[in-house]
């Protein structure tokens, strides 16, 4: 049986999308695991008017599995307080209720605060939480907040100074749910604990590394949420920026959480700053049309969309680092919405093979493929001799895939994350010198945009794997993306 972590949740934004859809999920998880069972608690607060039953009801409704009885006797440890986080008089409520459950289910006075609302009321929610005497005397006070991070680096600044006031930095969580993909967590695994594989994971072996963040729905409900984000900022600026760093960190001397981000830090640091001109040559934006039978709308019909929109639902892009280990190796990256299906996987080319022992020309290159998602796996194609009596070199699939029961043991990026934040450890998370550094080339790349002519958009259609240009991204280098769709 785990060790139970006493604790108390307050998850302010508590009747919202990403509460039920994820978070309580995630929290139930723990709970059928016994890494929470009778000491612990949760809070939700936001404006509606809700009974601690309505609640409670709410949160049962989100669960998909475990019987009645444990999804009852789950949500029972549930509260809800109406709230209004610009009120400091709420406060006063709102801590009588956790000094209440703090005694109620002796949870030592650990106290968990997850920000699941507006980017912009972070800052307020943190004072008030200082000014108001919620934070913990006795056990330990930690804070986790969501994405976006700001929608630039001044923005993103101001908010982590306003949030740094009241907390200590190693108290700050900002969570990035790809850090907590199994694949993903995989990756130092892979790199360091296979000595062939770490020895040939530089400039000298690798040709170029391909990174695809596809989804194939639409904006969906979040379309005013869009408008404000675009691709570039939704989906490069964080998790495609943080697939990257966990490809590339050089190896540090231990996998404590300083050492990690002290070598996950020097990515950033290092990422090649784009001119003006590198934006326009290496970086393509696109946003989908209809599809080809007219049964899938164009990103300009979406509700809530500007009908003459300009906001790019698709960008892919050459990535430099100015590492020693990684001077002259593009990572090619791609993430768009309505592609032909969900799929999360990373490419590593490795260089072909300059010997003329089997014919030099017809050798492949190497690819060491990593399904992160909706597979988990790796496929490693080398080269190998056609079957029979031919000498033809011809590439052949090394391949490994969780099982399903091994599926069923991955627990969900959510689940693994908030046990983490529980725990205190810090190096699945997003650091602010990760995140300053990732916006500093984001900018670069949203200025150089602005300069130009307006996009001719729509450039693809839905269903399609992105507009012709992000092709002909590679196709000049005499490259060419691994994963067509």
Request: aromatic residues 12%; glycine residues 8%; proline residues 4%.
């Amino acid at each position: 049986m785990s060790k139970e972590n006493p604790v108390l949740f307050v998850i302010f934004g508590g009747s919202g999308d990403l509460a039920h859809r994820k978070l309580y999920p995630a929290l139930f998880q723990l709970f059928q695991k016994g890494q929470l069972d009778q000491h612990f608690a949760v809070i939700g607060t936001a404006r509606r008017p809700w009974t601690h039953e309505y609640f409670r009801q709410t949160v049962q409704d989100n669960l998909h599995e475990g019987t009645p009885e444990q999804q009852a006797a789950f949500a029972a440890h549930f509260y809800y307080q109406s709230h209004d986080v610009q009120d400091a008089a709420h406060y006063v409520i709102l801590k009588k209720l956790i000094d209440e459950l703090d005694q109620k289910y002796q949870l030592q006075g650990n106290r968990i605060f997850y920000m699941a609302m507006a980017p912009a009321l972070f800052g307020t929610i943190a004072q008030y939480l200082r000014s108001e005497d919620l934070l913990s005397h006795d056990g330990f006070s930690r804070l986790i907040i969501e994405k976006p991070f700001g929608h630039d680096y001044d923005s993103a600044k101001e908010l982590n100074d306003a949030i740094v006031n009241t907390f200590d930095s190693d108290q700050v969580f900002r969570i990035d749910h790809y850090l907590g993909k199994e694949m993903v967590q995989t990756l130092p695994y892979l790199r360091f604990a296979n000595p062939m594989i770490n020895a040939s994971w530089n400039h000298d072996y690798i040709d170029n590394v391909q990174i695809t963040l596809a989804e194939s729905l639409g904006v969906e409900e979040r379309g005013g949420y869009y408008e404000t984000a675009g691709a570039l900022r939704d989906m490069v600026q964080n998790h495609i920026m943080q697939v990257i760093a966990m490809l590339t960190f050089p190896e540090p001397d231990t996998l404590c959480d300083q050492t990690v981000e002290a070598a996950r830090e020097q990515v950033f640091t290092h990422l090649h700053q784009l001119s003006e001109e590198e934006v326009q040559a290496n970086f393509v934006r696109g946003q989908y049309g209809p599809s080809a039978d007219g049964k899938q709308i164009g990103y300009r019909q979406e509700e809530k969309i500007n009908p003459q929109s300009n906001v790019e639902t698709f960008v892919a892009g050459e990535i430099k680092l100015d590492l020693p280990q990684w001077q002259g190796v593009p990572f090619y990256v791609r993430t768009g919405k309505r592609l032909p299906e969900k799929k999360t996987r990373i490419d590593v080319v490795f260089k072909k093979a300059t010997s003329n022992l089997f014919g030099g020309e017809s050798l492949a290159a190497p690819v060491l493929t990593i399904e992160v998602e909706p597979e988990s796996g790796f496929v490693f194609s080398i080269n190998g001799k056609q079957v029979g009596t031919g000498t033809e070199a011809v590439l052949h699939d090394l391949r490994y895939q969780l099982s399903d029961a091994d599926q069923q043991l991955v627990p969900d990026a959510y689940e693994r994350l908030l046990l983490e934040v529980v725990r205190g450890h810090q190096s699945n998370f997003v650091q602010w010198q990760d995140m300053a550094g990732a916006w500093h080339f984001v900018d670069k790349i949203r200025q150089a945009w602005e300069q130009c002519d307006c996009p001719d958009f729509p450039n693809y259609a839905s269903g399609s794997m992105g507009p012709k240009a992000a092709d002909e991204l590679l196709a000049k280098t005499g490259r060419h993306w691994i994963y067509q769709g």
